[in-house]
């Protein structure tokens, strides 16, 4: 899976098509992320002795194929290649060229 934490991506499709954020968690066993403020969804939560009852908002986890890199500099979604430089492997962002780690 080439999307990792902390990654900026942009979700192409779904309810929440257009929108960007942050990787919150990747889980590459599922192929799946969670991304800020993508398909949230709600979750009543039951009264307890020590806390009363709320309705809490939880993100859900996507589907990796509905998500693509967001390159921040060029402001535009691009595939993620792999390539070696100084020895080490590295990810690069395949539209502009930029090495993201």
Do not use: C, F, W
């Not at 942050?22 to 979750?43: F, L």
């Not at 691009?78 to 020895?87: A, L």
């Amino acid at each position: 899976m080439k999307i990792k934490k902390d990654d900026t991506v942009i979700v192409l499709t779904g309810k929440d098509k257009g929108k960007t954020g942050k990787v919150i968690k990747a889980m590459p066993k599922e192929g799946r992320v969670i991304v800020e403020g993508v398909n949230v969804q709600t979750k009543h939560q039951k009264q307890t002795q020590k806390a009363p009852a709320e309705i809490k908002h939880q993100e859900g986890p996507v589907d990796v194929s509905n998500v693509m890199y967001y390159d921040g500099k060029a402001k535009k979604p691009s595939r993620i290649g792999y390539k070696v430089e100084n020895g080490k492997k590295v990810r690069y962002a395949k539209a502009t060229g930029n090495v993201i780690d």
